[in-house]
């Protein structure tokens, strides 16, 4: 499908947002930028969820706002692969933008503390790990006193509240 046939299918939803998310979005901006220029020019705003591996180009920060979810390393994957320095401080400039971590510790807090004291002052949002209800209420349990005191945001995961680990909602 080319650029082209996507904006025309999402002009056709007539929505004020367009979210880009999926795989790493900004290791494709060449291929991007066509489609966020025209959504931009037809008046959309844009927004695009990266894990904040990849520099952005100057030009996404004309085009959109970015929600940064970088990993923690009790993601599993090695520090190199999901912390990109000169990625994240670029992201942290651009306006607008906010980082949200997935945490579900003490630990995880202090991780996210670490890298915000390397990137800078950012807008932070905490979420609780969680992939059923019961994992959500006791995650969220175990980090809201702390995300609040350490001044943070703080965030749920309304989807398994409304339809839990149920896929394709």
């Known amino acids: 499908m080319s650029w082209t046939d996507v904006l025309r299918q999402l002009r056709g939803y007539e929505v004020p947002l367009i979210v880009v998310s999926g795989g790493e979005p900004l290791s494709q901006q060449s291929r991007l930028m066509p489609l966020l220029r025209s959504l931009r020019e037809s008046g959309c705003r844009i927004e695009i969820e990266t894990n904040g591996t990849v520099v952005p180009v100057p030009e996404i920060a004309e085009l959109a706002v970015c929600n940064v979810s970088p990993k923690l390393s009790h993601s599993g994957d090695p520090e190199s692969r999901r912390i990109v320095p000169a990625a994240l401080t670029a992201l942290a400039e651009m306006p607008g933008t906010a980082f949200k971590f997935v945490c579900c510790s003490s630990a995880d807090l202090d991780e996210v503390d670490r890298l915000v004291q390397r990137i800078g002052p950012i807008p932070v949002w905490i979420m609780p790990e969680a992939r059923n209800q019961r994992d959500l209420d ?6 809201s006193d702390e995300v609040i005191a350490r001044g943070w945001n703080l965030t749920t995961r309304l989807h398994i509240a409304a ?5 394709g909602v």
């Open 138 to 143: 006791r995650n969220l349990r175990a980090i």
């Open 163 to 167: 339809w839990g680990d149920r896929r």
